[in-house]
């Protein structure tokens, strides 16, 4: 197939462009999903901010 | 080639990398900043970071030049890379990764391992690794770009070493990951044009997709002529099963770099750098084509070499032969006699940015490994975070500068050495990193430990199989010549073509889960604060 000598590398070269599209189709078909960080996700963000600023101040 | 026309693109090309640089400098303004770039990176420069980081000059120009050696089926590699590298990487182990690093209050890779198992020793030792053993891997990637600027540019190799390495260690140094990031950014860009090109240029110069496959499996009876003895089939079909060449491509090359990937500190910590999982959705898109086009590209693009080469009226050889021998020279060979010179000027510059994108990362890594988790978490020194890891970088940018300078010009067989830093460090970590890293994600069960002692078992059974028996290390490396009087323990048999991967990571995932289950359990609470929000 394609001019490709054996099965082996005949399905590889197929399985790359493959991959690549799934990790194309994945993300378009996931693009937006996953924006909105969790209420708890929120509050870890607000404490790390807050831990990072004590750092800084003590610096 | 016109070294005006060069010099002006590759000055073109270094103002832009400067000014980057210099808009990352710019938007530095805490520790956070400089290590995990504020963790709010946009998806794209996210993918392209990661993508060229992964990518070196030495993927495309040493692996393409084995693709030439070995035939397509080192496509399996560029499989691996597409689909664990990118689509598992970031669709599973990267959602967790970033989570838990913000849930752990996590900067680099050694403190988010160090943190998930509450050891602070841990992390000193992943640091310590990392300090000791990426220098080597620098000092591959240095090199190759101070060779390549000197031949190029016609200056020499030591003046061009130096510069090489003073200008990326400005920006990393000045800029922290913000830097590195927006300069890898641009530096994708520029690589998937340049090998965009390259795949377009050479399919058409051979008749088109499958008539340039085509005309190279016509040629596997040269090819069983030369390599057949090893088990060489053709390049466009697999090696005979067991014989030396499977060996060699299935364990070393499609799995020692296929899968060590995962848990490479330089790339995980880019997982840390962005704000939510939609960035990281976003980013698989990119990242997965980005990669498809590198090592895809230079893979097809290698084993078509043959065909060009062995058609060529001045040579009418294979690669191997039309380049000397050397593997290293047959994509730069093929690059300067295949096509016009607007091209190689383009390719040039395609090479340079694979380089300078790795280097930058390496050198960021190395200097927060040494800075943030071995003097300032493990060791307890005194002094502010940016501070310290801006002069452990300058130390460990020094130390890999000098192992490029120093290796080839005291040691006879240093470049030898050198060449084999990429494989391991890979395998070390991969060996050493990779079952508590998915163990930490994935299970409330691996205790501290678990972890410690599958560290311990992944990294000395790597080390002492690259220093006794995998004959590409053993051997340069020379140590088991003056303990044993041979070059590999295994002399003689297929065990020294064995990556250490095989023996390794199997061995330190047993060992971590069997310590894991005697030890004690976690703390409930410890876990539960790693794994908020993570289902």
Request: with cysteine; proline share 3%.
């Amino acid at each position: 197939m394609l001019g490709l000598g054996d099965f082996w590398v005949s399905l590889v070269y197929i399985l790359c462009i493959a991959s690549a599209l799934l990790c194309l189709v994945y993300g378009l078909l996931n693009w937006n999903k996953g924006g909105e960080p969790s209420p708890l996700e929120i509050k870890e963000e607000a404490r790390w901010k807050k831990e990072e600023k004590k750092i800084e101040d003590k610096l | 080639m016109n070294i005006l026309l060069l010099s002006t693109i590759v000055l073109i090309y270094l103002f832009i990398t400067g000014y980057l640089g210099y808009v990352g400098y710019r938007k530095t303004k805490s520790a956070a900043d400089f290590l995990v770039a504020g963790r709010s990176i946009h998806p794209f420069i996210m993918a392209l970071s990661y993508g060229a980081t992964f990518i070196s000059t030495s993927a495309i120009v040493g692996f393409g030049g084995a693709a030439a050696v070995f035939g397509m089926g080192i496509l399996y590699l560029t499989f691996l890379n597409i689909f664990i590298g990118i689509f598992v990487a970031f669709a599973f182990f990267g959602k967790r990764t970033r989570m838990m690093g913000l849930n752990l209050n996590a900067h680099t890779f050694p403190e988010l391992l160090g943190k998930r198992f509450d050891s602070v020793f841990l992390q000193g030792m992943a640091g310590l690794l990392i300090f000791i053993f990426m220098p080597i891997y620098t000092a591959v990637v240095l090199m190759g770009g101070a060779q390549f600027i000197a031949e190029v540019l016609q200056v020499n190799y030591h003046s061009a070493l130096f510069f090489f390495t003073v200008i990326i260690a400005i920006y990393v140094i000045m800029g922290g990951l913000k830097a590195v990031m927006y300069t890898d950014a641009f530096q994708g860009i520029l690589m998937f044009i340049g090998m965009t090109l390259l795949l377009v240029l050479t399919y058409a110069m051979l008749g088109g997709v499958t008539a340039a496959h085509q005309k190279l499996t016509d040629m596997s009876a040269t090819a069983v002529q030369v390599f057949g003895a090893k088990g060489h089939t053709g390049w466009t079909s697999f090696p005979k099963f067991a014989s030396p060449y499977w060996w060699d491509l299935v364990t070393g090359v499609v799995l020692g770099v296929g899968v060590g990937v995962l848990a490479q500190p330089q790339l995980a910590v880019r997982f840390m750098t962005v704000k939510s999982n939609r960035e990281l959705n976003r980013a698989v898109a990119v990242g997965g084509i980005f990669i498809l086009m590198m090592t895809g590209v230079a893979f097809t693009v290698g084993a078509l070499t043959n065909v060009y080469f062995a058609n060529h009226p001045e040579f009418q050889k294979i690669s191997l032969l039309a380049a000397g021998k050397n593997v290293e020279k047959i994509i730069p060979l093929y690059i300067n006699k295949a096509f016009p010179q607007w091209f190689t000027a383009v390719f040039m510059v395609t090479l340079l940015a694979a380089a300078m994108s790795t280097l930058s990362s390496q050198f960021h890594t190395m200097g927060t490994a040494a800075g943030r988790d071995v003097y300032e978490s493990w060791i307890k020194g005194k002094g502010n975070t940016l501070g310290i890891t801006k002069v452990a970088m300058l130390i460990t940018i020094l130390i890999s500068l000098f192992l490029a300078w120093g290796l080839p010009a005291f040691f006879e067989g240093g470049t030898a050495i050198i060449a084999r830093g990429t494989a391991i460090f890979f395998g070390l970590c991969s060996a050493a990193f990779l079952p508590m890293f998915v163990g930490g994600l994935y299970s409330k069960t691996i205790t501290k430990a678990g972890a410690l002692w599958g560290f311990w078992a992944g990294f000395l059974s790597s080390l002492l199989w690259i220093l006794f028996i995998h004959a590409k290390e053993s051997q340069p490396l020379l140590l088991c010549k003056a303990l044993f009087g041979k070059d590999s323990l295994a002399a003689g048999t297929n065990w020294t073509v064995v990556d250490p991967i095989v023996i390794s990571l199997p061995l330190s995932i047993l060992v971590t889960v069997v310590v894991s289950r005697f030890g004690k359990p976690p703390a409930a609470k410890h876990l539960e604060q790693c794994f908020k929000g993570i289902k």
